[in-house]
């Protein structure tokens, strides 16, 4: 199983040659469009430089599997919709920096593990991509996690230096659950204790995670008993709002203070319901927004981020595209963080 192109999603409207213009359906480019570039039948592209890698994994067996609402194997075709109107700027829009989208992974039916073990090497291989600098996974359900973490593991990225030691390393959860589930078979409630669970079998320190956004009413005292076994870090919805940007920003920072390599993965039912009514579980409070748009910034800021998922999504249960261009906009906040951002700082934009 590969990742498999789909119909270009890449549209819209177009104001005007020029980077002054550009929108992310101007700069993306597709398989097929790479390998018409090759041969000659369309424009050529700037060799060289950064990139940030998009890859698909349509899958929601998971969801099923833990009892939600399924849908969520439609939401990398509506990210990709909703990314595209998005303006760029700097190094993004002048193609300094590529955007490449290498297709999806589809779990086949019910077969959930053959989907992950393909879209863990599909991941790796975009992890891996020359200039690749930012991975973005668009989901799924979040059994996605599963996949981006193994795809991480076996990238360039996580190799072991000349001194023997691999990167540390942590991944940070936007969500209202931990997604420590014991089960007798992968869900998209177990992804983060399968991590755990394949730290500490591959020898290594325990699991550095944090979860950012946690609805305590979601997770029961088993659930939080697990988080504490293991060391996980937390921050509520309700403390997320009286901490306001300055403390999400803090939270995540301290987080990442003895990370080499940071995941960040993003469950959209930490919104509000109103603002993210297209997700499995919808939130009876959330986390505002701005305070999670502060969380993806601070957390490109670090500079350590090199592999982002967005799950959840479910496109049959969203209300004017609201869901998918609130996570549009997130993805976007990070990659503009880590490139846009950075070249104004250093005076390049």
Known sequence: MTAQPRPNLWTGRHD??????????????????????????????????????????????????????VGAAQGPAALRRALAPLALHGPLASGEVRIRDYGDVVTEGEDL?????????????????????LSVVLGGGHETAWSSYRGLMASQHMQAGGDGRTPRWGVLNLDAHFDLRS??????????????????????????????????PSNTGALFAQARSLGVRWMTDAECAEAGAAGVRRFV?????????????????????????????????????PLVAAAVRAAAATGKLRLLDVVELNP???????????????????????????AQFHGRA
Not at 24 to 48: D, F, K, L, M
Not at 184 to 213: C, H, I, K, N, W
Not at 332 to 342: P, Q, S
């Open 113 to 133: 593990e053959a989907g992950q073990t393909a879209a863990a090497e599909a991941t790796a291989a975009v992890l891996d991509a020359a200039g690749s600098q």
């Open 183 to 216: 089960e007798s078979r992968p869900t998209s409630g177990t992804p983060f204790l399968q991590m755990a669970d394949a730290e500490r079998a591959a020898g290594r320190e325990s699991l550095a995670y944090a979860v950012l956004g946690l609805a305590e």
């Open 253 to 289: 920072e301290e987080f990442c203070a003895d990370l080499e390599v940071l995941y960040l993965t993003i469950d959209l039912d930490l919104l509000p319901a109103d603002v993210a009514p297209g997700v499995s579980a919808p939130a009876s409070m959330g986390v505002a927004t």
């Open 16 to 69: 005007g040659t020029g980077a002054e213009h550009a929108r992310w359906h101007e700069v993306v480019r597709t398989q097929q469009q790479r390998r018409a570039e090759s041969t000659g039948t369309a424009g050529g592209e700037q060799a060289g430089g950064e990139q940030v890698s998009l890859l698909g994994f349509s899958t929601d067996e998971g969801v099923r599997r833990n009892g939600g609402r």
């Open 316 to 342: 049959s249960l969203d209300q004017d595209q609201r869901t998918a261009k609130t996570a549009a906009r997130l993805i976007d906040e990070g990659v503009r963080t880590l490139f846009h951002d950075r």
